[in-house]
């Protein structure tokens, strides 16, 4: 679970008092269980297949692998609130107890609010698990904790039954949270947590759920599909198929990429493009995670701020940024056009250290133009890489010199606050760029109704940007991820059994 909902806060307080809808979840006769997702509109204006593989020019794509027939498949339908939270309906203990819950691919264990969770406010506006209600609950008392990206969970694991759609898993391990401290947490539209990671990052090393539906024969095929729905106007705000894929949910085939890292669904991905044209910064790979439990796409500084420029996004001003470009930024550009790495350029005139991979900046002693030796701030350093990337883009355009330090400059003003939305001119959503990026050798596009925020309408309307900033250093970095925007636009099927993730455009 990532970058989430801190955005949204203020729209989430303020929207405490919308009903919430029902939710519904169907076994089919072809023997799958869906999950589906419903449409919670806080304004009108808001808005897995055969045994068969094909691989075609580095890519991987299914035929046929999805029945609707298929016996042991399951569906779930999810709720939708705001494009921001989508979540479904699961039970607990016997008789059964209901709560909603996020299907995180970010986070890989089961938790909800336990009745013992008295001193978080959180706990008092969600469903809590009573354990001395249910037949089949088994104390287990070991203890456990979870930091997400925006929020943070303790309490202790315990054993029960869980229902997810049809499926029943028999003595399932999850988390009784005692304590859900923040506000993130409070103005949640869900209970709890379904993490559906990889176990390599299960807390406590428990079994997730998914696991255990495969260990126990509930689903016949190891794939698990979301289509998430952003048609403002639809009241289903999505599904997710565990066993199998709706062929009604997407269009062509789907692009596959192998997991490069288990844990999260991580895979690599190659460049991104603003309006067609190449930012270079991912040329060489970068990584990324395919993350239902994040509402945005989270990035780079570095590209996101291109991004918010290219946009009219508003962010922060950087005055360690215009000094870099001020004092250092003609040195830099001569050093790129002899050829100078990148990745080098700012070790060379005394900002970063260097390595060998790449650029460090952990107090790094340097003498700076007048003289004076001193600790360079890791901030300097930062802005000094993010300015030789947007250089260097530049220059493979042939832009004049004047061009590209004005530029830099410029892009200064768009850095963007870290984790967090910046605001954007509404009235100029039709004429903001593609955003694409290139997984598995294909082009993968994100119109600016895909990206961008928009909350109400005429002169009231207020608009945000999609895209948030995180800097992941290597070896685990660059890292991007694809969160519920990527994942509405593109159907996403997650193959467990072959390892990899798996993109088409959604219907």
């Known amino acids: 679970m990532g970058t989430r909902f801190q955005s949204f806060l203020l729209v989430f307080l303020l929207s405490c008092l919308i009903l919430i809808s029902t939710t519904s979840c169907e076994k089919q006769n072809d023997g799958t269980i869906r999950i589906g997702l419903k449409k919670k509109k806080f304004d009108p204006a808001n808005r897995l297949a055969s045994q068969l593989v094909v691989k075609n020019q580095g890519s991987w794509s299914y035929k046929g692998y999805f029945r609707l027939n298929d016996e042991n498949a399951d569906t779930v339908p999810l709720k939708n609130y705001l494009d921001a939270q989508y979540y479904g309906d699961i039970?607990?203990?016997?008789?059964?107890?209901?709560?909603?819950?996020?299907?995180?691919?970010?986070?890989?264990?089961?938790?909800?609010?336990?009745?013992?969770?008295?001193?978080?406010?959180?706990?008092?506006?969600?469903?809590?698990?009573?354990?001395?209600?249910?037949?089949?609950?088994?104390?287990?008392?070991?203890?456990?904790?979870?930091?997400?990206?925006t929020g943070a969970i303790s309490g202790y694991f315990s054993n029960d039954d869980v229902k997810v759609g049809d499926l029943?898993?028999?003595?399932?391990?999850?988390?009784?949270?005692?304590?859900?401290?923040?506000?993130?947490?409070?103005?949640?539209?869900?209970?709890?947590?379904?993490?559906?990671?990889?176990?390599?990052?299960?807390?406590?090393?428990?079994?997730?759920?998914?696991?255990?539906?495969?260990?126990?024969?509930?689903?016949?095929?190891?794939?698990?599909?979301?289509?998430?729905?952003?048609?403002?106007?639809?009241?289903?705000?999505?599904?997710?198929?565990?066993g199998g894929v709706d062929p009604k949910h997407f269009k062509g085939e789907h692009t596959y990429v192998p997991v490069t890292h288990k844990g999260y669904w991580q895979f690599?991905?190659?460049?991104?493009?603003?309006?067609?044209?190449?930012?270079?910064?991912?040329?060489?790979?970068?990584?990324?995670?395919?993350?239902?439990?994040?509402?945005?796409?989270?990035?780079?500084?570095?590209?996101?701020?291109?991004?918010?420029?290219?946009?009219?996004?508003?962010?922060?001003?950087?005055?360690?940024?215009?000094?870099?470009?001020?004092?250092?930024?003609?040195?830099?550009?001569?050093?790129?056009?002899?050829?100078?790495?990148?990745?080098?350029?700012?070790?060379?005139i005394g900002l970063c250290g260097f390595d060998g991979e790449h650029s460090v900046s952990m107090g790094i002693q340097s003498v700076v133009d007048d003289g004076t030796s001193g600790l360079l701030d890791a901030a300097m350093c930062s802005a000094c890489e993010m300015a030789a990337v947007w250089m260097q883009s530049e220059l493979t355009q042939n832009e004049t010199q004047e061009h590209i330090l004005a530029y830099a400059a410029e892009l200064c003003d768009h850095i963007p606050?870290?984790?967090?939305?910046?605001?954007?001119?509404?009235?100029?959503?039709?004429?903001?760029?593609?955003?694409?990026?290139?997984?598995?050798?294909?082009?993968?596009?994100?119109?600016?109704?895909?990206?961008?925020?928009?909350?109400?309408?005429?002169?009231?309307?207020?608009?945000?940007?999609?895209?948030?900033?995180?800097?992941?250093?290597?070896?685990?970095?660059?890292?991007?991820?694809?969160?519920?925007?990527?994942?509405?636009?593109?159907?996403?099927?997650?193959?467990?059994?072959?390892?990899?993730?798996g993109f088409a455009q959604a219907a």
């Open 168 to 242: 029943v898993i028999k003595e399932q391990e999850f988390i009784e949270a005692t304590s859900e401290p923040g506000i993130t947490f409070l103005v949640a539209k869900f209970d709890g947590i379904l993490g559906l990671g990889f176990k390599e990052i299960a807390v406590g090393n428990s079994t997730p759920v998914w696991y255990n539906m495969l260990a126990k024969g509930l689903i016949k095929d190891p794939i698990f599909s979301f289509w998430l729905n952003r048609n403002p106007q639809d009241q289903q705000g999505g599904e997710i198929i565990f």
């Open 417 to 501: 606050n870290k984790n967090q939305q910046s605001a954007v001119d509404c009235e100029r959503i039709s004429s903001m760029p593609i955003v694409t990026f290139t997984i598995g050798g294909k082009s993968f596009d994100l119109a600016p109704q895909d990206y961008i925020f928009k909350i109400g309408d005429g002169v009231q309307a207020q608009c945000t940007s999609g895209f948030t900033a995180m800097d992941i250093p290597p070896p685990r970095g660059p890292l991007w991820i694809l969160g519920d925007i990527f994942m509405g636009r593109y159907h996403t099927v997650f193959d467990y059994g072959k390892t990899r993730v």
């Open 268 to 348: 690599d991905m190659g460049d991104l493009l603003i309006a067609g044209k190449p930012t270079g910064y991912c040329a060489n790979g970068c990584s990324a995670i395919a993350d239902s439990g994040t509402s945005l796409l989270t990035g780079p500084s570095t590209i996101v701020t291109m991004i918010n420029h290219a946009i009219g996004a508003v962010g922060i001003v950087s005055r360690e940024c215009k000094t870099v470009v001020d004092q250092y930024g003609k040195t830099m550009l001569n050093s790129l056009l002899a050829q100078a790495d990148p990745r080098k350029v700012c070790s060379q």
């Open 91 to 149: 039970t607990i203990g016997t008789p059964p107890q209901k709560f909603t819950a996020i299907f995180d691919t970010g986070s890989s264990n089961l938790w909800v609010p336990s009745t013992k969770c008295h001193l978080s406010v959180a706990c008092y506006f969600h469903s809590k698990y009573k354990a001395s209600q249910s037949s089949t609950y088994r104390k287990n008392g070991k203890p456990a904790s979870i930091r997400y990206g």
